[in-house]
């Protein structure tokens, strides 16, 4: 069996200024991959169902829980956080991947 990987997913439920999320994004991208994350998919949905809404979506990898949560506080997220500030609203979820 393979290790179980754990999967963070972020979606922007509403963008309020368009300069905070880009100079999140400038400084969030390297955070995630620093602390050993690997992106899969970003932007928007190419199609959505039943009462889902077309909201920029992030899916980025991490080998288990702990460095998911773990990069979350990393001071390299910490600071793209506060760049961000109120330009966005956002939901952060994390969650374990099957075992293969």
């Known amino acids: 069996m393979c290790p179980v990987t754990a999967y963070?997913?972020?979606?922007?439920t509403a963008?309020?200024?368009?300069?905070k999320l880009a100079a999140y994004i400038a400084l969030a991208g390297?955070?995630?991959?620093?602390?050993?994350g690997r992106f899969l998919a970003r932007g928007t949905p190419?199609?959505?169902?039943?009462?889902?809404t077309v909201?920029?979506?992030?899916?980025?990898a991490f080998p288990d829980v702990d460095t998911a949560v773990a990069a979350y506080h990393c001071p390299a997220?910490?600071?793209a956080l506060r760049a961000l500030g109120d330009g966005a609203?956002?939901?952060?979820?994390i969650i374990e991947g099957l075992p293969t």
Request: net charge negative; no cysteine; glycine share 6%.
């Open 77 to 79: 997220y910490q600071e």
């Open 30 to 36: 390297p955070a995630m991959t620093g602390a050993g």
């Open 8 to 12: 963070w997913i972020n979606t922007f």
């Open 89 to 93: 609203e956002r939901e952060i979820r």
């Open 46 to 52: 190419a199609a959505v169902f039943e009462q889902a």
């Open 15 to 19: 963008v309020h200024d368009d300069e």
């Open 55 to 60: 909201q920029r979506t992030t899916l980025i």
